[in-house]
């Protein structure tokens, strides 16, 4: 499903015109990639939590030359589904 599946979907499910749902759907997507950029965890009861985590740097191998590289740490998003959802999926 993409984005404008959903919006379709949850448009019919709730009455809301498709523009005020990509709208909302938009201000929930920015509104956890600041909190996350930040530092802070995202917590959906049910549905999951989107959390800022560190990668540690590690040494790699470029592909084409069998050559190491070092990959140097970095920030990564993650998202840690809820219990609710993942007996859902099971």
Do not use: C, H
């Not at 498709?18 to 938009?26: F, H, I, M, W």
């Not at 959906?44 to 740097?57: C, P, Q, Y």
């Amino acid at each position: 499903m993409n984005k404008a599946e959903l919006v379709e979907k949850v448009a019919k499910q709730t009455s809301m015109t498709k523009a005020n749902v990509e709208t909302v759907l938009d201000s929930v997507i920015d509104a956890i990639y600041k909190a996350v950029k930040k530092g802070e965890d995202v917590k959906l009861v049910g549905f999951g939590t989107f959390v800022k985590t560190k990668r540690k740097a590690r040494t790699g191998r470029n592909p084409a030359t069998g050559k190491e590289i070092q990959i140097p740490a970095t920030w990564t998003p993650k998202f840690k589904p809820g219990t609710d959802f993942k007996s859902e999926i099971k």
